[in-house]
């Protein structure tokens, strides 16, 4: 969730929060799931502590619109922000709870809570082997080494102002400094010290981060917002393209209007949400490709085996959003179902 997003969702939840329906209406008994399905991450509005986990099974095809809280019997917490699968566990970023949940797959039972520390924000994670992951901390300006297996915080590691995405390529991780949406950088941390070896300037509000197939580093910058105080300070959204193995910044793509994400194919195709509609690059030879979808839509997923992609609406942040599934080859609808308050993350489980 980039900070245009953030601020949007904060807003609606500031004046339309007493119109939020109480998370404990939506359990209905929930089965068994099957090996293959997809979590929706449902954000909740800020302040309010209701963040809901939605599964879609992909063998019976049904939808459970909140299995944490029909498994567990307790609320996810305040702003589902990302999920991490490995392991036959899933790993829940609460952002605004300052927490990680951690659910068993097979059951989807809550079996231990990460607890990050008061005002580190959470908010994106990336693996680092079985045992160990780097977690971005939006207000600590840090990232933060955690012992998935102990719950532990084992060290902080300093970077830029708020960051945001985090991703792993050639021994390095790299993380977008979102500045709040004023940042220009990116902190690329050594893996065999844990510390910032080197800071690239990408571009305007660098947010997430994705590695591709041919295994380039790509950062979403979302641009810079127009505002009434400077009517000219609008930038569009972009692509920065890095190698890792020089960390040298090999391409700059402009997409127009304003991107949060991107999404890569197991081809190399990659599809970037936009104010625009939904752009397609070729990651290949960093160029844009054309339109998969016009509308604008609040985040995106790629299910490996089908190629299927995932498209969720969160309509006006105060009403349940929907989730649109598609065929990458043709653009065709295949289906759609409404999920919980501000779909914001896909996982798609793969046992």
Do not use: W
């Not at 939020?20 to 359990?27: E, I, K, M, R, T």
């Not at 609808?333 to 896909?346: A, C, E, K, S």
């Amino acid at each position: 969730m980039s900070m245009g997003r953030f601020t949007i969702v904060g807003l609606c939840c500031a004046l339309l929060g007493g119109c939020v329906q109480d998370p404990s209406s939506l359990a209905p008994n929930v089965s068994t799931p099957s090996a293959k399905g997809v979590y929706i991450l449902n954000e909740g509005n800020f302040g309010r502590g209701n963040s809901t986990l939605s599964y879609y099974d992909l063998e019976s095809f049904k939808v459970e619109k909140d299995v944490f809280f029909s498994v567990n019997n307790k609320a996810l917490g305040d702003v589902g922000n990302s999920m991490l699968l490995h392991g036959g566990f899933g790993y829940i970023v609460v952002n605004n709870s300052h927490k990680i949940e951690i659910i068993e797959l097979a059951t989807h039972r809550n079996v231990g809570t990460i607890n990050v520390g008061a005002g580190k924000s959470p908010r994106q994670m990336a693996l680092l082997n079985d045992t160990t992951a780097l977690v971005t901390a939006l207000y600590d300006a840090s990232v933060l080494k955690v012992d998935l297996k102990n719950r532990t915080v084992l060290q902080r590691i300093p970077v830029g102002a708020n960051p945001e995405g985090i991703a792993i390529a050639a021994g390095k991780a790299f993380v977008a400094n979102s500045g709040l949406g004023r940042g220009q950088t990116v902190s690329i941390i050594n893996l065999a010290s844990f510390s910032v070896a080197r800071t690239l300037v990408v571009g305007d509000n660098p947010v997430g981060v994705q590695v591709t197939p041919s295994g380039f580093v790509y950062i979403v910058c979302v641009g810079f917002y127009n505002d009434p105080g400077n009517p000219n300070d609008d930038t569009p959204a972009r692509i920065a393209v890095i190698n890792p193995t020089n960390d040298a910044l090999v391409d700059s793509v402009v997409l127009g209007g304003h991107g949060y994400e991107i999404a890569v194919s197991a081809e190399g195709k990659g599809y970037v949400p936009t104010t625009l509609g939904v752009v397609t690059i070729d990651t290949r030879i960093h160029r844009v490709t054309g339109i998969f979808k016009q509308g604008e839509f609040y985040s995106i997923g790629i299910e490996e085996a089908s190629g299927d992609i995932y498209l969720a609406d969160a309509k006006n942040y105060i009403q349940p959003g929907t989730v649109f599934v598609y065929a990458s080859a043709t653009g065709g609808l295949r289906t759609q179902f409404d999920v919980g308050l501000i779909p914001g993350t896909f996982a798609f489980k793969r046992q």
